[in-house]
């Protein structure tokens, strides 16, 4: 395994830091690994382009027409 130093940290992170490994009963160290664990480790998102690209192409354009009440309000006003 890797050591990792990072220097030149705000006071407030440290404390903060030391703050939340304490809630989860932990060291700070083993706080610190914790969250650049799930920072770094998660999977890759898609992209917006991706997820459009998983929607099915079902019906027409014809099918979301939008339809006018009486009174020029949508009919689900």
């Known amino acids: 395994m890797a050591n990792l130093i990072v220097r030149n940290i705000d006071e407030a992170i440290v404390k903060a830091l030391k703050k ?6 932990v060291s700070a160290e083993a706080e610190h690994r914790k969250i650049l664990e799930q920072a770094l480790m998660q999977p890759a998102k898609k992209s917006f382009a991706e997820v459009l690209s998983l929607i ?9 027409e939008r339809v006018q009440g009486d009174r020029g309000h949508n009919v689900f006003d």
Request: aromatic share 6%; glycine share 6%.
């Open 56 to 64: 099915p192409n079902v019906g027409d354009d014809s099918d979301f």
């Open 20 to 25: 939340r490994a304490s809630r989860h009963c």
